[in-house]
C-alpha cells in the first residue's frame, strides 16, 4: 500500500478511545485509520419468586455506530422469548456476532435453580467481554456483563410449585463486534464522522433477583500504528 504523506501539516500517531456519541474529525495520518468497536450487551432476566415465578425481561443493548459501520447490541433476556440474541455487525472489514445468551436449562444441583449466562461479546480474544456466569444453586441477582459488551447473566428465583422448583431466567445475549480500516483517500484527515456508543442493557428488575447488566459498548480508533 503506497504511503500518503500531507506536506506541511503534522503527523500526530495516537489512539482515541470513545463513549457515549458525537462527531469525530479525523486527525493527519500518513497510513491506516483503524476502528474497533462492539456494541452494548443484553441485559439478563430478573425475577420474582411466586406460585410460577415471575419473569421480568432484561433490556437490549444499544447499538455501536461509527459513520456506515454498526456494531449492533445484544438482545435483553426474555424480550423474544427466550434467551437474549447475540448482536449483528454490518459495514466493516471485520463483522463478527456476539454470543447467544444461556438458554433455559435444568441444573443438576440440589435445588433445581440455575440461570442463564451473559453471552460473550464478540471478538473476546481482541478486547470483547468474555461470557457471564450463570449462579447455579443460589437465589440472588445476575452477574453483569463483561467489558466490553458482554451479556449479564438472568436472576436465580424460586417457584413454591412445581418439581425441580427452580425457576430458569435468560441471560442477555453480547454486543457485536465489527472493524473497518480507513486509508487517506478513503477518509481524509479533517473528516467529520458522526459516532454513538451502544450502552449495555439494564438487567430485569425483580424482588427476588435482578438480571445482571449488560457491559457498555466502546469504539478504540488508532492511527500510524
Known amino acids: 500500500m503506497p504511503t500518503f504523506m500531507y506536506i506541511g501539516l503534522p503527523l500526530n ?6 463513549s457515549g456519541s458525537g462527531n469525530f474529525t479525523v486527525p493527519n495520518y500518513a497510513r491506516d485509520f483503524r476502528v474497533k468497536m462492539w456494541g452494548g450487551g443484553g441485559g439478563g432476566q430478573g425475577g420474582t419468586t411466586s406460585t410460577l415465578g415471575t419473569k421480568i425481561n432484561g433490556v437490549n443493548g444499544g447499538n455501536t455506530t461509527f459513520g456506515s459501520v454498526t456494531a449492533g ?12 440474541a447475540g448482536g449483528v455487525a454490518s459495514g466493516g472489514d471485520v463483522n463478527t456476532s456476539g454470543e447467544n445468551g444461556g438458554p433455559l436449562t435444568s441444573s443438576s444441583g440440589t435445588t433445581g435453580l440455575i440461570s442463564g ?6 471478538n473476546t480474544a481482541g478486547g470483547g467481554g468474555a461470557r457471564s456466569p450463570s449462579n447455579p444453586d443460589s437465589l440472588g441477582n445476575g452477574n453483569n456483563g463483561n467489558n466490553y459488551g458482554g451479556g ?4 436465580t428465583i424460586n417457584a413454591t410449585a412445581g418439581s425441580p422448583p ?8 453480547g454486543g457485536a463486534f465489527a472493524e ?12 467529520v464522522v458522526a459516532y454513538s456508543v451502544g450502552v449495555g442493557g439494564l438487567g430485569g428488575d425483580g424482588a427476588t433477583g435482578d438480571g445482571g447488566k449488560g457491559a457498555d459498548g466502546v469504539i478504540i480508533i488508532d492511527w500510524d500504528y
Open 152 to 155: 449479564g447473566s438472568g436472576a
Open 166 to 173: 427452580g425457576i430458569v431466567l435468560f441471560g442477555g445475549g
Open 13 to 18: 500517531p495516537g489512539s482515541q478511545t470513545l
Open 73 to 84: 447490541g445484544g438482545g435483553g433476556g426474555g424480550v423474544t422469548g427466550g434467551a437474549g
Open 117 to 122: 449466562y451473559g453471552g460473550a461479546a464478540g
Open 180 to 191: 473497518k480500516i480507513y486509508n487517506p483517500v478513503n477518509l481524509s484527515p479533517g473528516s
